[in-house]
């Protein structure tokens, strides 16, 4: 039971690159978070799921993109990366909506 | 094994107490250790702790790191209902494979 796994670690990207981070969950949950987190500040809510098929915008939004294909996959897409958006990603899951268990995070530098 | 626990799992007080979170952790290349408040939405960010010995205040709510024995607390004096909560302690630790470690979390409940 891995719990929630997060892909890559660590990445680099230039102004304008594409990316997938890839987020599993083993543990059925049908709710999923992606979350960024920026130094010395909070999570903010990125999207979530609520089940495979379903996505919503959460409070930052722009410049990424998600899809919910099945209950244990939730990628983050990000289009033309930006600077803004260097900060480390979180993905969560929970069975209601409250309660989370998280990744370990994915750290991405923007230059 | 690196690690995060959180005492107790669970407490219930009544209003007006003072309460005490731990966190302890057992981690290579500690870099900093947050507290979270967990409700019905997104976690909301407490604290940020990255130096033994200096307390942090917010209001009601306190913390300190002690990195020599490797732990850390949240005070929250003169509870309200409002304080009820899910209270995440996470342990920042780059390079050694996690960025993040989570604990279980602490389970709150103030009666009033």
């Known amino acids: 039971n891995a719990g929630v796994t997060q892909t890559p670690k660590f990445r680099i990207l230039k102004i304008g690159q594409s990316m997938t981070l890839q987020c599993t969950q083993d543990?059925?949950?049908?709710?999923m978070y992606w979350y960024r987190q920026d130094p010395g500040m909070g999570l903010k809510l990125i999207y979530y799921?609520?089940?495979?098929?379903?996505?919503d915008k959460g409070e930052v939004p722009n410049g990424y993109n998600v899809s919910r294909s099945t209950t244990e996959d939730f990628p983050l897409r990000l289009e033309l990366a930006a600077p803004s958006q260097t900060s480390v990603y979180f993905c969560?899951?929970?069975?209601?909506?409250?309660?989370?268990?998280f990744g370990s995070g994915t750290r991405l530098t923007v230059v | 094994e690196d690690k995060v626990v959180q005492s107790p799992l669970s407490l219930v007080v009544h209003e007006g107490d003072t309460v005490t979170l731990n966190c302890s952790y057992e981690v290579t290349n500690f870099r900093s250790l947050l507290w979270y408040k967990q409700e019905k939405k997104a976690p909301t960010f407490l604290f940020m702790l990255t130096s033994s010995g200096i307390e942090k205040k917010s209001g009601r709510l306190s913390s300190i790191l002690d990195k020599k024995e490797l732990f850390s607390i949240l005070n929250i004096t003169a509870t309200q209902t409002g304080d009820s909560a899910i209270y995440l302690c996470?342990?920042?630790?780059?390079?050694?494979?996690?960025?993040?470690?989570f604990g279980t979390g602490t389970s709150l409940t103030v009666i009033p």
């Open positions: 996470a342990v920042e630790a780059p390079n050694t494979g996690n960025q993040f470690y």
């Open positions: 799921s609520v089940g495979a098929g379903i996505t």
């Open positions: 543990m059925n949950h049908n709710y």
């Open positions: 969560a899951t929970s069975i209601t909506n409250y309660g989370y268990t």
